[in-house]
Structure formats: structure tokens, C-alpha cells
């Protein structure tokens, strides 16, 4: 089945800690994005990515880093620079063109706690 | 003018029921309007969409209704179950989906 994969699901981190999630999609799609989502906000850009070894900054990218050296492949890296990590974090991806451009497809997110 | 307008935060409606979400948008540039579900524990899923060329979108028991002019639409979910249960989150978007702009959600609760 095609879909995206995010690992871990849930991971604590000690405060002063980078921790990287990982987000895989076989759906062949060129477009990749990472959501923040806190209760009562609704999902909030960080990075999002239109080609390989190419990526852009959202809306709330300070204290955050990606990388895509694979097409299938968007991991997001929380630094210690990021105030208030602790949140719910979805992968997306999307074609980077046409009808499909604006359909997101999720992963079923990765739940960081800052302890 | 890049925010999407999402209302109620919460809802219960008891099983049979129609429940009723609202948005309102400001930026007439947007020219997709989905909505996404999602469980609890879960990535969102697209559950319909409409462009602004027409009034009405019906999948299932699912239906939008657009107002352009009034740069409002809203989701209307006939003959609830307790399995609707979820958040539903409206989004707005033009060009690609990195200008999707969600709203805050709504808590949906269908009581059995």
C-alpha cells in the first residue's frame, strides 16, 4: 500500500537535545512538507520541500532543520534552539503539480515530549 | 488575510443528528477548499473538497455548501454516527500545498 511512514511514533527528549523524526512516502511525490499541530491551532507549516536536495522555510521554521537528499525521504530535525518543542508532528506529501498539488496526504504523526 | 475562520472549536450531536462547520476565508486567491478528518492518534485524511466554480459538493453523507460571495463554506455531515466522531479541520489553498492555510478544527462528538 502506498503511504507515508513516520518514526517514531512517540519520543521524549531532555531538554538541550536534538532529536530528528523520520518521514518516508512511496507515493512517488515530488512535494514534501512537515506540519506542527497544537490543540486549538490547527497545523502549522515548518518546512516544506518541491525537489530533491531543495527546501523552503514555513511559518514557524526557527529552531527546526530538514534535509531531502532522497525523493522519498523528508527527516525533520527539533534543535535545542526550539523554545516549545513538545507538540504532535505530521509528514505530508503531495504531487508538485496539477489537480493533485493541493490534495495532502498525511503520516499518522510523531508525538515529541520535552521532559 | 491568509487566515481561515473555523467554527465551533466543539460539537456534540446525538447519533441521526446533522452537524454544521463553518469557515470563513478573506484571500480571494484561494481556489481549493478541503477537509481533512482526523482521529485521535491519526495524520488527517482528505474527506471532500470543492472549488470555487460551484455552490455544492455532496460524497456520501458528506456535503459542502459555498458561498463565494460571502467567502464562507461549511461542512454538513447527514444522519451522524457515533464513528464521524473525529476533528475536522477546513483548509483553504491555491497553487500547490505549501499555501494550504488550515483552520483551527472542530471536535466533533456523536453521541450514540
Known amino acids: 500500500d502506498g503511504g507515508i511512514t513516520q518514526s517514531p511514533k512517540y519520543l521524549f527528549r531532555k531538554e538541550g537535545q536534538n532529536v530528528t523524526l523520520s518521514c518516508e512516502q512511496n507515493?512517488?511525490?515530488?512535494?514534501m512538507y512537515w506540519y506542527r499541530q497544537d490543540p486549538g491551532q490547527g497545523l502549522r507549516l515548518i518546512y516544506y520541500s518541491q525537489i530533491v536536495n531543495d527546501f523552503q522555510k514555513g511559518d514557524i521554521a526557527e529552531g527546526y532543520s530538514v534535509s531531502r537528499e532522497k525523493k522519498e525521504s523528508f527527516p525533520l530535525t527539533v534543535t535545542s534552539a526550539q523554545k516549545n518543542p513538545t507538540a504532535f508532528y505530521l509528514c505530508?506529501?503531495?504531487?508538485?503539480?496539477?489537480?493533485?498539488?493541493?490534495?495532502?496526504?498525511f503520516g499518522a504523526g510523531s508525538r515529541l515530549t520535552v521532559l | 488575510q491568509q487566515q481561515v475562520k473555523q467554527s465551533p472549536q466543539s460539537l456534540i450531536v446525538q447519533k441521526g443528528g446533522i452537524p454544521i462547520i463553518n469557515c470563513a476565508y478573506e484571500n480571494t486567491a484561494f481556489d481549493y477548499f478541503p477537509w481533512y478528518q482526523q482521529f485521535p492518534g491519526k495524520g488527517p485524511a482528505l474527506l471532500i473538497a470543492i472549488r470555487p466554480d460551484v455552490s455544492e459538493k455532496k460524497e456520501g453523507r458528506f456535503t459542502i455548501s459555498f458561498n463565494k460571495s460571502a467567502k464562507q463554506f461549511s461542512l454538513h455531515i447527514m444522519d451522524s454516527q457515533p464513528g464521524d466522531s473525529a476533528t475536522y479541520f477546513c483548509?483553504?489553498?491555491w497553487g500547490g500545498g505549501f499555501k494550504t492555510i488550515f483552520g483551527a478544527g472542530t471536535r466533533l462528538f456523536v453521541k450514540a
Open positions: 505530508a506529501s503531495s504531487s508538485d503539480r496539477g489537480p493533485g498539488a493541493n490534495v495532502l496526504t
Open positions: 507515493l512517488n511525490h515530488d512535494a
Open positions: 483548509a483553504a489553498a
